[in-house]
């Protein structure tokens, strides 16, 4: 059984850095993805990174390029989401997600997802 265990949120001011943490354990994809979506009160879900394992290539949101980098261990099967800058329109649920990569795509294009737990992360002005 795939596990995601997300980790890294809290409360932090805006200007302010956070890393988030989603280690993934109980599957052996060749090539998989982590990624990030956050939501906020009352907003929908929004995609803001992931990352590819066998190539590291990388997709982010417009809204966090320049400020935030996902990075991963493949060895320990974890990825990260270092947050710089951060604004209070940052303040969300993080949720992380893995997959196995459809061969050819990107991290965007995924299937077998599993989802971990949201970490809530505060930004204050």
């Known amino acids: 059984e795939v596990q995601l265990q997300a980790s890294g949120g809290g409360l932090v001011q805006a200007g302010g850095s956070l890393r988030l943490s989603c280690a993934a354990s109980g599957f052996t994809f060749d090539d998989y993805a982590i990624g990030w979506y956050r939501q906020a009160p009352g907003k929908e879900r929004e995609g803001v990174s992931c990352?590819?394992?066998?190539?590291?290539?990388?997709y982010y949101a417009d809204s966090v390029k320049g400020r935030f980098t996902i990075s991963s261990d493949n060895a320990k099967n974890t990825g990260y989401l270092q947050m710089n800058s951060l604004k209070p329109e940052d303040t969300a649920v993080y949720y992380c997600v893995t997959g196995a990569v459809v061969a050819g795509t990107s991290c965007l294009h995924r299937y077998l997802e599993v989802w971990g737990q949201g970490t809530l992360v505060t930004v204050s002005s």
């Open positions: 990352i590819s394992s066998s190539d590291g290539s990388t």
